[in-house]
């Protein structure tokens, strides 16, 4: 997925302009790794070497700035989903998939609460990743129901649901991953028929 680029972005930037995007996506990987989601904009600006306005010229909020950081780890997911599409359990390619998409919703402290509020909010540069994650869900949730492993009653928003609750409670549990391979079976035997 490429980042959203506001309409006056659209145009070709200036070798400047270009060093300074990238170099604010480079910051705010890091201060997002480090502070989580909500790391402050103003420290990242001068972490950069920038004026707010360079990276408010750029990013026009927060949203935007976080779709450009997760824009390739999207890209990855939604490629990860089209590879398990092709694998022979359809159940075990929904579980294999929801932990990809787990870690990548707890890549950042706060990324998945972002994420579910974004989801909702039509004007979010966030919107399109969120999109993607549902797309991807839903094709292999389909798959699932289609060859009655799945149950009908559930979609890809409850699937979405799901992710961000198991990335929030592996945030803030002390063993992090281990609570996400303990949750994940449980929840992939509640979407099964016979679970």
């Keep these: 997925m490429k980042p959203v680029i506001p309409a006056d972005e659209q145009r070709p930037r200036r070798a400047d302009a270009r060093r300074n995007y990238d170099r604010l ?19 990242i600006a001068k972490r950069a070497g920038v004026g707010q ?19 390739e780890s999207i890209d990855a997911l939604h490629a990860r989903a089209e590879e398990l599409l092709r694998a022979d359990d359809p159940d075990w390619a929904l ?12 890549t950042y ?3 998945a609460a972002s994420m579910m509020s974004s989801m ?21 949730m389909e798959r699932a129901q289609r060859q009655g492993s799945a149950r009908p009653e559930f979609d890809a928003a ?10 929030w409670v592996t945030e803030r549990s002390a063993d992090g991953g ?18």
């Design 95 to 106: 579980l294999e998939w929801l932990r990809a998409a787990v870690a990548h919703a707890g």
């Design 25 to 43: 996506v480079a910051v705010a990987k890091t201060a997002f790794s480090e502070q989580g989601a909500d790391a402050p904009l103003d420290d």
């Design 178 to 195: 281990q609570a996400a391979e303990r949750l994940l079976p449980a929840i992939t035997k509640g979407l099964l028929a016979d679970g």
């Design 158 to 167: 409850d699937l979405f649901q799901l992710i961000a609750a198991v990335a």
């Design 120 to 140: 909702y909010d039509e004007g979010s540069a966030l919107r399109s990743s969120c999109d993607q994650m549902h797309a991807a869900g839903a094709q292999l």
């Design 53 to 71: 306005g360079t990276l408010y010229r750029h990013f026009p909020h927060r949203d935007a700035l976080l779709a450009a950081v997760i824009g």
């Design 109 to 111: 402290q706060g990324l």
